[in-house]
């Protein structure tokens, strides 16, 4: 992707690069129309690939969020065949509405600046196990995780879409000292955790025996990787960012919704697991003050179809 990058600027000017056909402009600005014609017929052979590919693995994810009652029900159904058709239909129908009525310009946007966001919460991840709040604080790392983001993204977008005002300028500058104290702070107050992820339990399997590679300059480098990515945000249309508020908005509000409603009642969480020609459905009851009770349920593979897990292929 980056040597295709660097073809394409040492070909045209990054200001004259069309953002609909990017290499067959490119190639017809230069006069070779065989180029431009090959690299225009790859465009279109490989865009129903990329839709097919995003049908196939939407609904999986529908399914993950629907497991852990995220989602409703329905998405965890799967046919007789192991497919999951109500996760797909939805998902194409979804899909196809947008494509439809959302303006490629906006969904573009939108859509880069989800990926920029993923990114960040990686990075914000990264700091969560390698560092740990005070005893005396215990949700600090995580409060001034929250205003370096904020504050952060304030600052980008001050620089890119109103540095050429005076107030612009003067904001920009405040925001920024902020920024460096917010990373001071996480710096000197919260300590490196023993090791990694602290007193968190991690699913996942560690091994001691082998040398992981660690990233060195922790909170440094996921800070700065931070402010690139706000940084690449703020290039954005203010309408593609307005979008991503909407969406974090709208995301962050159900969560917390389901949090909640979680936390004040009781509820049961399903897991299923393959055995001896049969599939084992395990009901984990779990009150109030995280006592679970499991109680296992032997049944027929075939008679338990809508509630085995799809193959994973």
């Given at each position: 992707y980056i040597a295709a990058a660097i073809a394409l600027t040492g070909m045209q000017h990054y200001t004259e690069i069309s953002s609909e056909s990017g290499f067959p402009e490119a190639f017809r600005a230069r006069g070779v129309m065989w180029a431009s014609q090959l690299t225009a017929a790859g465009e279109i052979f490989t865009l129903p690939v990329v839709v097919l590919i995003?049908?196939?693995?939407?609904?999986?994810?529908?399914?993950?969020?629907?497991r852990d009652e995220l989602l409703p029900p329905m998405f965890c159904e799967v046919d007789h065949k192991g497919n999951l058709r109500k996760g797909v239909l939805f998902a194409g129908g979804l899909m196809s509405l947008i494509a439809t009525f959302v303006p490629f310009e906006d969904l573009d946007d939108?859509?880069?600046?989800?990926?920029?966001?993923a990114f960040t919460i990686t990075n914000s991840s990264l700091i969560v196990m390698r560092?740990?709040?005070?005893?005396y604080r215990p949700r600090l790392l995580g409060q001034l995780l929250g205003v370096f983001n904020v504050v952060s993204l304030g600052m980008c977008i001050s620089f890119v879409h109103a540095w050429k005002y005076q107030?612009?300028?003067?904001?920009?500058?405040?925001?920024?000292?902020?920024?460096?104290?917010?990373?001071?702070?996480?710096k000197?107050?919260?300590p490196p955790t023993a090791v990694f992820g602290g007193n968190r339990p991690i699913a996942s399997t560690w091994d001691d025996e082998i040398q992981y590679f660690s990233t060195p300059f922790v909170?440094?480098?996921?800070?700065?990787?931070?402010?690139?990515?706000?940084?690449?945000?703020?290039?954005?249309?203010?309408?593609?960012?307005?979008?991503?508020?909407?969406?974090f908005i709208l995301s962050a509000g159900?969560?917390?919704?389901?949090r909640s409603k979680k936390v004040s009642a009781p509820h049961r969480r399903r897991r299923f697991r393959r055995g001896r020609g049969s599939y084992e459905e395990v009901e984990v009851?779990?009150?109030?003050?995280?006592?679970?009770?499991?109680?296992?349920?032997?049944?027929?593979a075939e008679d338990d179809h809508k509630v085995v897990p799809p193959p994973i292929t």
């Open positions: 995003s049908v196939i693995l939407q609904p999986r994810l529908q399914y993950a969020l629907a939108f859509v880069s600046a989800g990926i920029l966001f560092r740990q709040s005070p005893t107030w612009g300028k003067i904001v920009a500058l405040l925001l920024t000292m902020l920024t460096a104290a917010s990373w001071a702070l996480i000197c107050l919260c909170p440094l480098i996921p800070c700065l990787g931070t402010i690139f990515n706000w940084y690449l945000v703020a290039q954005l249309e203010m309408f593609g960012i307005l979008l991503l508020f909407v969406y159900y969560y917390f919704y389901y009851e779990m009150a109030q003050g995280g006592v679970e009770r499991a109680e296992q349920k032997g049944g027929d």
